[in-house]
């Protein structure tokens, strides 16, 4: 079971990066993939979720506010989180987690999820 988050990097105000998590089949068929990030000093919050069933329920942190979407690509078995009109405080170290048989009103909770991926930093300048 892995999951390889990449796509992060410096990118200055107003920018936009686009975030890749490749994750196992077994993982990305049942269950969801959601996007999380930690900067210094701060707890680890969500940024995005995708439910990995059919239909795709999505959930979006507050911040986003419309600059960010997640999607998925089945037959790469890998979640993107495109990331535009970035700011400087998006930046942090960006994890994505998968959870089997998570459910949307836990998409939230980072102990319901059963494997993380490593980080990838996204630096935001201003």
């Known amino acids: 079971v892995q999951l390889q988050a990449s796509g992060g990097g410096l990118v200055q105000a107003g920018g936009s990066l686009r975030l890749s998590c490749a994750a196992s089949g077994s993982i990305f068929v049942a269950g969801a993939i959601g996007w999380y990030r930690q900067a210094p000093g701060k707890q680890r919050e969500l940024v995005a979720a995708i439910s990995t069933t059919t239909g795709g329920v999505t959930k979006y942190a507050d911040f986003v506010q419309g600059r960010f979407t997640i999607s998925k690509d089945y037959a790469k078995n890998t979640v993107y989180l495109q990331m535009n009109s970035l700011k400087p405080e998006d930046t942090a170290v960006y994890y994505c987690a998968?959870?089997?048989?998570?459910?949307?009103s836990s998409y939230a909770t980072p102990t319901r999820y059963d494997y993380w991926g490593q980080g990838t930093l996204v630096t935001v300048s201003s």
């Open 98 to 104: 998968a959870g089997k048989g998570l459910i949307y």
